[in-house]
């Protein structure tokens, strides 16, 4: 029987050494090429400035919507304690009337979509505005927040859910849904105006390194055609005759 396992363990750093080879290969290669030295510092500066003004937007960008999403995670739960502050004592006694009056009042906010509230045995006790096209997940008394995302054909929302409490017992559970599109929108945009603020300061960044890369090869490039010129017996411009 032949053991093909040493082999096939062989092959890996063979293939390793032959891929750092051709790499070294084609270094040299570009560093012993006909390009211009003015050329070669003017694409490694270059290079050097989108690398690291790309990773800089990148990160600008993911920790810009992760603040947009936290910022508005943390209104609507301001939004949701209050109406679990004030809704606890009307949802204990049934009063109907003073919870449909308090879901409508706060409704009238543009980036509330809708709310509901139930008593402790399930039953609708009072609504305002939309409210999410699946019931979504339970609350109970020792969660926090339940949150889910739901969209339809008008809106993009995401509605929370807490059970609300009254000296310490449940009194039933309020669900609250919040419009995503406005916060989304303004996301977007500075989204935008991160991109094009990156891709503007990458070409001022590469405009600069080219003329940048130029000035600083010019005096060794004019000493290389000088000491051509002396090599092959001919005089430099700053020679005497």
């Not at 006909?34 to 694409?43: Q, R, Y």
């Amino acid at each position: 029987m032949t053991d093909t396992a040493p082999s096939t363990a062989a092959e890996a750093p063979a293939k390793t050494v032959a891929g750092t080879n051709g790499v070294g290969r084609f270094a040299q290669r570009l560093q012993n090429s006909a390009i211009p030295l003015g050329l070669k510092w003017s694409l490694s500066i270059a290079t050097l400035i989108v690398v690291a003004m790309g990773l800089l937007g990148f990160y600008l960008i993911q920790h810009q919507e992760v603040a947009y999403r936290e910022q508005a995670d943390r209104y609507s739960a301001v939004i949701v304690d209050q109406l679990l502050r004030v809704s606890g004592e009307p949802l204990m006694a049934g009063d109907s009337l003073s919870l449909q009056l308090l879901l409508q009042r706060h409704v009238q906010n543009p980036l509330i979509l809708g709310a509901t509230l139930h008593d402790a045995e399930g039953k609708l006790q009072a609504d305002a505005g939309i409210s999410p096209p699946h019931a979504g997940p339970p609350a109970s008394a020792g969660d926090d927040l339940v949150a889910w995302e739901w969209e339809d054909a008008e809106y993009r929302a995401v509605s929370y859910r807490s059970v609300v409490l009254y000296q310490d017992v449940a009194a039933g559970d309020l669900t609250v849904s919040f419009d995503r599109l406005p916060v989304e929108q303004q996301l977007r945009e500075t989204l935008r105006f991160l991109v094009a603020s990156t891709g503007l300061l990458i070409s001022i960044g590469v405009l600069f390194a080219f003329v940048l890369a130029y000035r600083l090869s010019r005096p060794i490039e004019r000493l290389a055609r000088a000491g051509e010129l002396l090599g092959a017996g001919r005089p430099t411009n700053g020679e005497r005759r």
